[in-house]
């Protein structure tokens, strides 16, 4: 049995080199398909256009309203909903890519890499992508639309522990699709974008939670992105947060031990799914398996 | 039945949420529910129609569809042929279960006219497909990012989740080259009690100018496939597969 020490000399900087290739692999892969300026655009279109979906709405409806808490929570909200699928979908499309595009899962599994750290590498890039779709559209938000925040008002600790805490909790989110991901052939492709989707649903990201029946807030309440979605508004803007009271009976030090606790459930469940479901798919043949769907 | 409708249904949910949290009029849960069953056939023409050349030539398959006897005119009115069953069924139980859950009232003004209208759509939106096709047979890597940039942008033009009413004319008339734009409009002012007063132009014009793209797009995509088909030999993009 290997001691402590002999985990950390060789574990640890498997780990690190595994997760660090990945990444620059995963940059190539997301970016260089077109030049430089092409691939801005790109990245900005689609989150933008997301968030307009929103705006117009909204707009129909209030007739241009914008300073209305409601609209900065929406706003905000699915501003930082960009970060959930851009994670989850990165990791758990590492894996339909590698196999059935690239065709080097199985060449991958025989490397001496460390296959978690690969594939939370490859999300890695879509989180980069992600960041700047994010900073571009809340900064469109504050520019065009009313959104108001202050840079001196923000509780810059709270959103970097919140933040960071956040990208670790989806990334775990991300490995136990990745998992499921191994071993399903059919639809499998867009299970990230679908289940970031239904979790739209769930967290609060765009309407507050008591908007639901009440049978379906329980699920936005374990839903571990309402946490921490309500982090980041009340560290952004707090006064908008505190408009609407689904979780006005927490303090901040609660909410960021919540989503704490929550990555730590959902980091133990990951690592548990994930080597179940690698297993299966690997007495199942299904490391290499190519469906051609 | 998981991927396929209660997926799609759980982000219906959302933006009726999201109407529901600002004090929306009931007739517009109707035309969330509604624009969400129709994104089920962009999402089919997009990635099962226009890319499927594309996915082809990554598989390897182009080059055989290209030998065997049969003209890819044909082939892709085959797919958006079974395409267009299947996603219909899926549409349909979106609007189903959209309609029971978020108590949805229909108050439908004329069948016939909503039959016409659903079928011109459908005609033009896989004449619109194959079109596409065509110009993915020269893409490579860049199709599936194509694909993937005309999903948001295009909610946001063809107005799946609203009226496109409250856009200016021009964009609204711009946004009408996809035939869902026109489509969706009609039929809402079909369906909806409130919908002839948010209607973008009259029904009967609305028909008009489908039918118009209906023709105008198989025809273009008669004659794109042919050139594009040609090109690609020439420039030897058949079985090109730049990874």
Known sequence: ?293 | MFFDILLPMLSVSAYVFVYRAIGAPEDYIGFVVVGGAMIAFWMNVLWSMSSQLYWEKEQGNLALFIMSPSSLMAILLGMALGGLVATTLRALAIILLGSVFFSVDYAVSSFSQLFVVFTLTMVALYGLGMMAASFYLLLSREAWHISNLAQEPIYLASGFYFPIKNFSFWISAAASLIPLTLGLDAMRQLVFETGPSLGFLSVPLEIMILLVLSIVFLFAARLLLAYMEKLAIREGRLTENRR
């Not at chain 1, 001691?3 to 595994?18: E, G, M, N, V, Y």
């Not at chain 1, 309500?230 to 803007?237: A, D, K, N, P």
Request: neutral net charge; hydrophobic residues 55%; charged residues 10%.
């Open chain 1, 1 to 293: 049995m290997q001691s402590t020490d002999q985990l950390t000399t060789t574990a640890l900087p498997t780990f690190k080199r595994s997760f660090r290739v990945a990444a620059w692999l995963g940059w190539q892969i997301e970016s260089n398909w077109t030049d430089p300026f092409l691939f801005a655009i790109y990245s900005i279109i689609k989150p933008l256009a997301g968030a307009a979906i929103l705006v117009v709405m909204y707009s129909v409806i209030t007739s241009g309203d914008f300073t209305s808490p409601i609209f900065t929570y929406i706003y905000l909200g699915n501003a930082f909903y960009i970060y959930v699928g851009a994670v989850m979908t990165g990791i758990s499309w590492a894996v339909i890519d590698d196999r059935e595009h690239y065709k080097t899962l199985k060449y991958m599994y025989i490397a001496p890499i460390n296959i978690p750290a690969y594939l939370i590498g490859r999300g890695d890039a879509k989180f980069l992508v992600a960041s700047i779709s994010v900073l571009i559209t809340i900064l469109f938000g504050v520019f065009f639309l009313h959104v108001i925040i202050d840079p001196a008002a923000i509780n810059w600790l709270l959103f970097i522990v919140s933040l960071l805490i956040g990208v670790v909790m989806l990334a775990m989110m991300g490995l136990i699709l990745a998992g499921v991901s191994l071993r399903t052939v059919q639809h499998v492709w867009f299970i990230g974008d679908a289940v970031a989707g239904a979790l739209f649903l769930f967290s609060g990201a765009i309407f507050p939670l008591e908007v639901l029946p009440s049978w379906l807030q329980v699920l936005g309440y374990i839903n571990p992105i309402t946490y921490w979605l309500e982090l980041l508004r009340r560290s952004l803007i707090g006064s908008v947060a505190a408009t609407f009271p689904t979780l006005q009976g927490f303090t901040n030090q609660q909410l960021v031990a919540i989503l704490v606790g929550l990555t730590i459930i959902f980091g133990v469940i990951s690592v548990f799914v994930f080597r179940y479901c690698e297993r299966v798919a690997r007495e199942r043949g299904m490391i290499d398996m190519v469906t051609n769907y």
